[in-house]
């Protein structure tokens, strides 16, 4: 039941609100539209005008400014007289008022400069620092870092006010130092020297290099502050530094260690010396190439599991193969170094030849998927690969599976008996033919591995092979012949100090450095880091 009067009340009230509301929302849109002037200031002129129209339109922080900076950079504005139009999908509108019109005749295109061009992926990131997503702030402040200056530090220190995350505030206050260590004013200058000491950032590192160039800073304190700061943040990074170096060694380690795992059986186990044990690589870079294009045709909503069916395709054509070579050729070689050194050299001219045929001689493309795309961030200066973390943790994988079958299967028993006294393990009735076989396969197919784990991080061609096969003996030898052990230390071993020499000494040094290690080493050490445990007469 509705009271006398109250009818004319309510209905007063809700004007009073909806003109409130109406003046609120026209308040908000007037001010954060973008006017015919801005609009033409932007687009026409010189470039040193247009530059400045749009720093001054990023530094307003007008998020209407972000669409109309997109279409500049998308070559889609284009300008009659005073008056400026977006054209997309042959539809034109007006740029200040966002409403659909016709496209004069005479509009001609707004060319942008190099110059304006960063500017404007410059007054773009600026914007984006006041997005309410965090990942698009983060993402603005890294891509600031390089290119802001003092017309960006109204709206830096307006986003540093409003912002919420720690992290990023941090980020902030760093990019704000970066801006203000080139101030005119000597105490803001010093401030800045003062916080950069705490970043962690190579970009810190080079401005601040720039900013201690003779004739650059003139003020001695500030210099002082900013050698201070510049020493600190060196030290910092050399951390990082010290900790990639190390990653990449054990990367290629880990690398070196799956393609001699296979050697450590024919070469080590058997004593076959195959120079064709880099083919058998190829032939497995090659299958997993095979695999990726299979599943592009036939499979392509399951691309990115494809190494899934690649792993076990590589082991098992390039077993496959190696148990080919060895039936027809190398068995009848046993015992004869020299000549199994020729043939399988021979072997491998082949093999190189005939993927030549099929595939051309060019390098074929093997992606990675998308779970091995990208990597972690662990320092500024510091990016941990995935694939090259995938890489370590299959060659711990292979060398655990390789382990076992030789320490723990019946394969294994017969390996290790056949290798310590052929003509007894005969006599207890192994056959030692097919062991032979079964032995330089499996080799064959760990290299198959090594070279499906390789496609992931380098070129796959014929010679893929070549550059190994020399450093795969090296590691053998190294470690020991026949010991699984030794080929791990040696794998690492190597792949970290040929790593630690090339920072030193360039990679050709590096090489040469090592060889002549590991010569030095032999004459000192014959049976290497491990020795072959067994009993003989002159024991």
Request: hydrophobic share 50%.
């Amino acid at each position: 039941m509705n009271l006398p009067g109250e009818v004319p009340l309510l209905l007063m009230l809700k004007r009073v609100v909806f003109i409130v509301a109406s003046a609120a929302l026209f308040g908000a849109s007037a001010a954060n539209a973008l006017t015919p002037e801005q609009a033409l200031a932007m687009s026409a002129g010189d470039n040193d005008a247009r530059s400045q129209a749009i720093a001054q339109t990023a530094a307003s922080g007008d998020p209407a400014a972000q669409p109309f900076f997109q279409a500049l950079l998308d070559d889609a504005v284009k300008v009659s007289g005073d008056k400026v139009f977006i054209v997309r999908d042959d539809k034109a509108r007006d740029a200040a008022t966002g409403t659909e019109v016709t496209l004069p005749e005479d509009a001609e295109d707004v060319i942008n400069s190099n110059r304006l061009r960063r500017e404007l992926e410059s007054a773009m990131a600026s914007l984006k620092l006041l997005s309410s997503d965090p990942v698009e702030r983060r993402q603005a402040v890294r891509e600031l870092r390089d290119g802001a200056d003092e017309s960006k530090l109204p709206l830096i220190e307006k986003a540093l006010l409003t912002e919420t995350d720690a992290s990023l505030k941090s980020d902030l206050g760093l990019l704000r130092a970066a801006v203000l260590v080139s101030s005119s004013d000597t105490a803001r200058r010093l401030e800045a020297a003062k916080l950069l000491a705490e970043s962690r950032t190579p970009a810190t590192k080079a401005l601040l290099i720039e900013r201690l160039q003779p004739g650059v800073e003139p003020e001695p304190e500030v210099r002082a502050q900013l050698t201070a700061a510049l020493a600190g943040v060196e030290s910092q990074l050399a951390w990082g530094e010290r900790l990639g170096v190390i990653f990449t060694g054990v990367s290629l380690g880990s690398i070196l260690l799956l393609v001699a795992l296979g050697l450590a059986i024919t070469y080590g186990l058997m004593g076959v010396i195959n120079m064709a044990h880099g083919e058998l690589m190829m032939i497995g870079a090659y299958a997993t190439y095979l695999v990726q294009n299979a599943f592009k045709a036939y499979l392509p909503e399951y691309f990115g599991w494809y190494m899934l069916a690649a792993v076990p395709a590589a082991f098992m054509v390039s077993a496959l193969v190696g148990a080919v070579l060895e039936r027809s050729v190398i068995r009848w070689l046993y015992g004869r170094p020299l000549e199994t050194l020729l043939a399988t050299w021979g072997i491998s001219l082949v093999l190189m030849q005939g993927v030549r045929s099929l595939f051309g001689a060019q390098n074929v493309q093997v992606e990675n998927p998308a779970w091995l795309s990208g990597g972690v961030d662990v320092l500024s200066n510091l990016t941990l690969p995935y694939n090259r973390l995938a890489i370590i943790a299959f060659a711990v994988l292979v060398l655990v599976g390789v382990s076992l079958l030789i320490a723990r299967t019946r394969l294994g028993l017969f390996v290790r008996g056949v290798t310590q006294n052929r003509k007894m393990a005969a006599c207890v009735g192994v056959n030692t033919a097919r062991v032979d076989t079964y032995a330089f396969a499996l080799g064959s197919g760990i290299a198959g591995l090594a070279g499906c784990a390789l496609s992931q991080v380098g070129n796959v061609g014929p010679d893929l092979g070549q550059g190994y096969i020399v450093d795969s003996f090296m590691v053998v030898v190294l470690g020991g012949v026949g010991q699984l052990a030794g080929t791990v230390y040696a794998a690492m071993g190597l792949g970290i100090l040929n790593k630690l020499l090339e920072g030193w000494q360039g990679a050709v040094l590096a090489k040469i450095m090592v060889l002549v290690f590991i010569v030095i080493f032999i004459q000192k050490r014959p049976q290497g880091i491990f020795a072959m445990k067994g009993r003989s007469a002159e024991a």
